[in-house]
């Protein structure tokens, strides 16, 4: 018989393949139980020590059913797409997958992050909801202290919304309200919410400032000289990088043409975004003046 580790794969032991391999079933019960490992779903277990986290569980649902497929929330999790707060649960679906549609991730099996997008998209609740998984997928962000480059190109997201399925006329209208160069799910819903009052900025402008360093505020009135940034508390947490934010507004300031900076909190976005708008006509029309 072969050491359960050795029968192991990633940490992971099925005990079909324990049986397979010859241990009896009432030694095997014995020796998982006297060495710790732990139950992570009927027919698999975890190594002795080792996180049971949903990818694990996942690797063991993919080693007992080898045609399934991480989908939804799970698939955009694999391939870091940003998800917003809310977002509805998936529907259930056991419709089968086209080859093109399906990819290896972090050694699991998943749909691509076109299909996985297009399909979050379709099911999601509202066009904040939806915009924020587009533009998620469409832009260059760091996501879970990882940076990443842009998953997916506006064409083959459009491709996959162009299929008929449920959902797909509200997500395709949703998708031409994406903006790649969003840096996060709070400055996409920041911007919808400025574009239902009126208001229009550039989103990730470049600027200069006189020393030459570059800077791309998140948004810019341009003709009034007022940059907008929305702040979270996720990317602002730290004291070091609150003495880099520090550094940056100041250097924003002093960019040419540069006469004025708004900041707001991810919290004002969500929770009120008409103080947001509020605030900014407000300054607006006071650089009117």
């Known amino acids: 018989m072969y050491e ?20 009896p079933p009432g030694r095997l019960a014995t020796r998982l139980r006297r060495d710790g490992w732990q139950p992570i779903c009927r027919g698999a277990w975890a190594a002795p020590g080792k996180e049971t986290d949903w990818r694990v569980r996942e690797t063991a649902l993919q080693l007992l059913r080898p045609r399934r497929v991480c989908r939804y929330d799970t698939a955009a999790r694999l391939h870091r797409i940003e998800l917003p707060a809310g977002m509805p649960a998936p529907p259930g679906s056991r419709a089968s997958l086209p080859p093109e549609d399906v990819c290896l991730r972090r050694g699991l099996r998943v749909t691509t992050a076109a299909r ?29 202290g990882v940076r990443r480059g842009p998953l997916v190109r506006y064409e083959e997201l459009a491709a996959q919304l162009a299929v008929r399925r449920p959902g797909a006329p509200r997500a395709r209208a949703w998708l031409a309200l994406a903006n790649p160069a969003a840096g996060s799910p709070a400055e996409t819903v920041a911007r919808l919410r400025m574009a239902d009052a009126s208001l229009h900025p550039e989103c990730q402008p470049s600027l200069r400032t006189p020393a030459g360093r570059a800077l791309h505020p998140d948004f810019l009135f341009r003709e009034a000289g007022l940059a907008v940034e929305v702040e979270g508390f996720a990317y602002h947490g730290t004291r070091r990088a609150h003495e880099r934010d520090i550094a940056r507004f100041n250097a924003l300031q002093s960019c ?16 009120h975004p008409e103080r947001m708008t509020a605030g900014i006509r407000a300054a607006l029309a006071e650089l009117a003046r």
């Open 256 to 271: 040419p043409g540069i006469r004025r900076v708004l900041r707001f909190t991810a919290r004002d976005v969500f929770a």
């Open 4 to 23: 359960l580790s050795i029968l192991a794969r990633g940490g992971v032991l099925l005990t079909v393949r324990a049986l397979a391999a010859g241990w």
């Open 116 to 144: 996985t997008a297009a399909d979050l998209i379709r099911a999601s609740a509202s066009r904040e909801q939806a915009v924020v998984v587009a533009d998620s997928a469409l832009s260059e962000r760091r996501v879970e």
